[in-house]
């Protein structure tokens, strides 16, 4: 079954905004993070944020001062506010949720989303 549920991808216009929500599904884990990649057609996932269960955030450089993320670890959800969308910005984005030491660091990863930057 799906451990990662995402939503809020789809079509909107340069300068345009999306929001980006990803929570698990039924259980709550342990996570150590989670975070945003994307995917272009050929390519492999790149991060665009993520967030740490202590409070740190990262961001790759091309979505800096543009995309924010928030979110609850402990709860298992998180967000990515995407402002100012560029055409570069079209790709699938996956919700990666970080996982322990004792879970040998597997990844949760979501279904992915599509996001489209278009007019």
């Known amino acids: 079954q799906v451990q990662l549920v995402e939503s809020g991808g789809g079509l909107v216009q340069p300068g345009g905004s999306l929001r980006l929500s990803c929570a698990t599904s039924?259980?709550?884990?342990?996570?150590?993070?989670m975070g945003w990649y994307r995917q272009y057609p050929g390519k492999g996932r790149e991060l665009v944020a993520d967030?740490?269960?202590?409070?740190?955030?990262n961001y790759a450089d091309s979505v800096k001062g543009r995309f924010t993320i928030s979110g609850d670890i402990a709860k298992n959800t998180v967000f990515l506010q995407m402002n100012s969308l560029k055409p570069e910005d079209t790709a699938v984005y996956y919700c990666?949720?970080?996982?322990?030491?004792?879970?040998?660091?597997?990844?949760?990863w979501g279904q992915g989303t599509q996001v489209t930057v278009s007019s």
């Open positions: 039924r259980t709550t884990f342990y996570l150590t993070d």
């Open positions: 990666k949720a970080g996982r322990p030491v004792t879970m040998s660091r597997v990844p949760f």
């Open positions: 967030l740490t269960r202590g409070g740190i955030t």
